[in-house]
């Protein structure tokens, strides 16, 4: 798999933000299929860091209301890294 297609966007979010500051770890959206291993080498390539540590979780999708039925929005993965204490990730 390729770096470009690991990496979907970034998270921005209260909760990410707080831990940019104080733990140095960064939010993703990833492709479902990567594994942490491919993460950490797209993270590395794509933003020239330094990564220490990887975690992975991933998100079921909610049951919406659409007209007369029900849908599942899809499901997605999340994965929190953990940089180098001299490295950091400008996303602003």
């Given amino acids: 798999m390729d770096n470009l297609n690991v990496i979907i966007k970034p998270l921005v979010t209260e909760k990410s933000t707080h831990q940019q ?4 770890a960064y939010a ?3 492709h ?12 590395q390539a794509l933003y020239n ?9 991933t998100r079921k999708g909610k049951s919406r209301r659409s ?7 899809s499901d997605w993965k ?4 953990v ?9 602003f």
């Avoid at 860091?49 to 979780?57: A, G, S």
């Avoid at 999340?78 to 890294?81: M, S």
């Fill in 21 to 24: 500051a104080t733990r140095n």
């Fill in 28 to 30: 993703f959206e990833v």
């Fill in 32 to 43: 479902c299929g990567a594994n942490k291993h491919q993460i950490k080498d797209a993270v």
């Fill in 49 to 57: 860091v330094k990564v220490v540590d990887v975690r992975t979780m």
């Fill in 67 to 73: 007209r007369n039925k029900m849908v599942k929005t």
């Fill in 78 to 81: 999340r994965a929190i890294v």
């Fill in 83 to 91: 940089l180098d204490e001299k490295s950091r990730i400008d996303l």
